[in-house]
């Protein structure tokens, strides 16, 4: 998710399939104002790590990403 220019928020999708995260995509967009925060799918080069209450793997830090300071693609 971006806002500002920056990225707020990232999410770790389990299947790692793309049509899932544009899936969420979808749903995230439909509760939000379009017009102030901007989803994006793609792959990055992060830090997981699994959450010890829910069994869930988070991430942690993106290492490596293909958005500018913008959060469009380079």
Do not use: W
Request: charge should be positive; glycine fraction near 6%; proline fraction near 1%.
């Amino acid at each position: 998710m971006f806002y500002q220019g920056g990225i707020i928020e990232h999410t770790y999708i389990q299947s790692q399939r793309m049509s899932d995260c544009l899936a969420k995509k979808r749903t995230v967009e439909r509760s939000v104002n379009p017009e102030n925060v901007r989803m994006q799918c793609g792959k990055v080069k992060a830090v997981i790590e699994k959450d010890e209450y829910s069994d869930k793997m988070r991430i942690v830090k993106i290492l490596e990403d293909k958005y500018d300071s913008s959060g469009y693609t380079k």
